[in-house]
């Protein structure tokens, strides 16, 4: 099990990343960085490359629909080259309030797009040259645009031909594609006692599937750490962010979250949360997260608890244990969590 982490910032991104280098020293193999509608990832990613000498460097997430499956090369491309090799590309389909209210792009085919992304992404680290006629038209047909266009490989040798590829999903059927043909899965508000019931059957259709050259998938999932005999209560620290996503990361029958909260089996509070949060009562929303909720999804408690919970992510199918340390020294609960791990 590799120990991971998502970038937490609150207004400045570069402080948050000059944390990485004292975390690379304590034992992080992994660092995620999130783009949703602030600062973008790759700037940040570039300035990780250069300040760090060992740690992976992950977009968590790169929306498909933003930029080109080109441009998603070239970026990953030039990541790993300045990185030596220490990039992973997060993809994931983002949510139609922020494709379609952020980037004024329509939320369409999500599936079906992040398949042929992946596959021309995998194909332009290859080089070879970009053809596809499919919800992606590579070069534009005829009657588009001047008519000039004509197929391109990759101008310049990246680093690796092969760059990990992560989905970031939640619904059955892109939990399964991300089973079929990704390197690694990126869940949110994961449980690893309800990840079976939820998702068990998408993983092993996906699996199914999958080609053997891509080996076993690989996820990253966990929360919030804490550890110590009284620390129970560093949980409410977790519950605005739970709260958020439950009830305002959507609209009304359009929140996957909700849905996943749904499925957990927390149909009544799935409702109430969102139904407090979108009139604007955020503090109640949160109050009304389950309790056993957060206790599943994150790492709070005595040594011998939390070392439980890694045992159930673990046996759950965890590969990178992805964490945020809330303690007043995170690079020494990075070390105690990699001791544990290893």
Known sequence: MKLSTPLMYDGNPRNAADQVVAWEKAGLDTVWVAEAYGFDSPTLMGYLAAKTETVEIGSAILN???RTPALIAQTAAGLDNIS???????LGASG???IEGWHGLPYEKPLGRTREVVDLVRRALKREKLENDGIIKLPLPEGQGTGLGKPLKMLTKPERDTIPIWIAS???KNVAATAEYADGWLPHLYAPELAEKVWGDSLAT????????????QIAAGGMVSIGEDVKGMLDFARPMFALYIGGMGAKGKNFYNDLCVQYGYEKEAELIQDLYLDGKKDEAAAAVPED???????????SYIKERIAAFQASGVTHLNVVPASEDPAKTIS??????S
């Open 64 to 66: 498909i629909y933003s």
């Open 84 to 90: 030596g090799g220490r990039a992973i590309l997060g």
């Open 96 to 98: 139609p309030q922020v």
């Open 170 to 172: 939640l619904g059955q």
């Open 206 to 217: 996906g699996a199914a599937k999958r080609s053997a050259e891509l080996g076993p998938l």
């Open 293 to 303: 909720l957060l206790e599943m999804c994150n790492l709070v408690g005595p040594e």
């Open 336 to 341: 105690q969590l990699k001791e544990w791990i």
